[in-house]
């Protein structure tokens, strides 16, 4: 496997290990670490994508990347009222 194909994994890893985590219902949708494992995880597969030249994939990831960056900036926004 070449480099990128490790960044696209490690990515996809996360947002599975975030899925399967809030499914098994140990952490939620609304935990500042489940929408990290997203964030992060998406910009990973999404940079992944980018070095593919991967259209289908950059949108999608790219898109995963900013809702959960809004996630993000809407739980940190409540931490702070």
Known sequence: ???VDWIGF???FLILLAYFL????IIESTNI???LLNLIGATLA???SIL???IPFIILEG???I?????????????NI
């Open 67 to 79: 809702v959960s960056l809004f996630s993000l900036l809407k739980v940190l926004r409540k931490r």
């Open 10 to 12: 490690f990515g996809v």
């Open 46 to 48: 999404c940079c992944a």
């Open 22 to 25: 809030q499914t098994i219902r």
């Open 33 to 35: 670490y489940y929408i």
């Open 63 to 65: 898109v995963w990347a």
């Open 1 to 3: 496997m070449s480099f």
């Open 52 to 54: 593919l030249e991967y």
